[in-house]
């Protein structure tokens, strides 16, 4: 009944990461949040599962679950770290993970001047039309019609997950934890969302907040950094390339004329142990 585990995170958006590639590992909601739980359990934003690839262009499959217990389609930090440990199992060259948002390639970039390293992935196609986000009706993905407090007239983007990006004037002034968990239930997301604070720094930073569905305020969200600069170039507000400035540190993101959007950020692994009987027990 005990498995072995490894606590990494991207920017301080951590996770615990089970390896079930070669013995299957049963997870149900309830033993997700109690391992994901901070006073109790390990602790994580994100609850990372690694299983044989169902598709042969994929080099293994990831399984994404919030701390909430739910389980979502796509996480970018956790498929940097993910990548990060399959690269040094094969020793370099790229890799393809599988997620239920599609097949994503990443690629080790390097080591800053203070020995962090940095993954590139390719997220894939940025998608803006209501149906993929998706959302319950039709309307203008460039101006949703949202509103809570401070935050309103939001670009709505799915990158694999729903975002609502809200531009404002001091992303630190916004009570994202009061106004987050209202949005991410509204009626225009079927499948909830994830809600963003971004202000624009300049025309190529954007400082950004995020209550992520399931999970609350992250420190970094991977995908969250996509959404918002696609939002920002939708919105004419900056070009296709900029730095994203999180709670956790900074993200290189650039949509490509393509449509994908290619992430670059920072991987670091924590430390490892053990799931033991009463955590995974029933």
Same mark, same amino acid.
């Given at each position: 009944?005990?498995?072995?585990?490894?606590?990494?995170?991207?920017?301080?958006?951590?996770?615990?990461?089970?390896?079930?590639?070669?013995?299957?590992?049963?997870?149900?909601?309830?033993?997700?949040?109690?391992? @994901?739980?901070?006073?109790?359990?390990?602790?994580?934003?994100?609850?990372?599962?690694? $299983?044989?690839?169902?598709?042969?262009? @994929?080099?293994?499959?990831?399984?994404?679950?919030?701390?909430?217990?739910?389980?979502?389609?796509?996480?970018?930090?956790?498929?940097?770290?993910? @990548?990060?440990?399959?690269?040094? $199992?094969?020793?370099?060259?790229?890799?393809?993970?599988?997620?239920?948002?599609?097949?994503?390639?990443?690629?080790?970039?390097?080591?800053?001047?203070?020995?962090?390293?940095?993954?590139?992935?390719?997220?894939?196609?940025?998608?803006?039309?209501?149906?993929?986000?998706?959302?319950?009706?039709?309307?203008?993905?460039?101006?949703?019609?949202?509103?809570?407090?401070?935050?309103?007239? @939001?670009?709505?983007?799915?990158?694999?997950?729903?975002?609502?990006?809200?531009?404002?004037?001091?992303?630190?002034?916004?009570?994202?934890?009061?106004?987050?968990?209202?949005?991410?239930?509204?009626?225009?997301?079927?499948?909830?969302?994830?809600?963003?604070?971004?202000?624009?720094?300049?025309?190529?930073?954007?400082?950004?907040?995020?209550? $992520?569905?399931?999970?609350?305020?992250?420190?970094?969200?991977?995908?969250?950094?996509?959404?918002?600069?696609?939002?920002?170039?939708?919105?004419?507000?900056?070009?296709?390339?900029?730095?994203?400035?999180?709670?956790?540190?900074?993200?290189?993101?650039?949509?490509?004329?393509?449509?994908?959007?290619?992430?670059?950020?920072?991987?670091?692994?924590?430390?490892?142990?053990?799931?033991?009987?009463?955590?995974?027990?029933?």
């Amino acid at each position: 009944m005990e498995r072995a585990f490894t606590k990494m995170h991207g920017l301080g958006n951590d996770f615990v990461v089970v390896d079930a590639r070669t013995l299957p590992f049963a997870l149900d909601d309830a033993t997700a949040r109690r391992i @994901a739980d901070r006073r109790t359990g390990v602790g994580c934003d994100q609850l990372i599962v690694l $299983e044989p690839a169902t598709d042969p262009r @994929a080099h293994l499959l990831m399984r994404i679950r919030n701390s909430d217990g739910g389980e979502v389609k796509a996480c970018g930090n956790a498929t940097r770290c993910v @990548a990060a440990r399959v690269l040094d $199992e094969q020793g370099g060259g790229e890799v393809v993970v599988q997620t239920a948002a599609g097949l994503l390639t990443a690629w080790d970039v390097g080591t800053d001047a203070d020995g962090t390293r940095r993954i590139m992935v390719d997220m894939g196609l940025a998608r803006t039309a209501w149906q993929d986000i998706p959302l319950s009706r039709e309307v203008d993905t460039a101006h949703l019609p949202l509103q809570s407090g401070p935050l309103r007239d @939001a670009v709505g983007v799915s990158m694999g997950n729903p975002h609502a990006v809200f531009f404002v004037d001091d992303a630190e002034a916004v009570a994202l934890a009061t106004y987050g968990p209202e949005l991410e239930h509204d009626p225009l997301f079927p499948e909830r969302a994830n809600i963003s604070a971004a202000q624009l720094l300049d025309a190529d930073t954007i400082r950004l907040r995020v209550w $992520e569905r399931g999970a609350g305020i992250t420190q970094a969200c991977g995908t969250g950094a996509c959404a918002t600069l696609v939002a920002a170039v939708r919105r004419g507000l900056t070009g296709r390339r900029a730095t994203v400035r999180l709670d956790g540190g900074d993200l290189e993101v650039q949509w490509q004329d393509d449509g994908h959007v290619l992430m670059t950020g920072p991987v670091a692994e924590s430390f490892t142990g053990t799931l033991n009987e009463r955590m995974l027990a029933a």
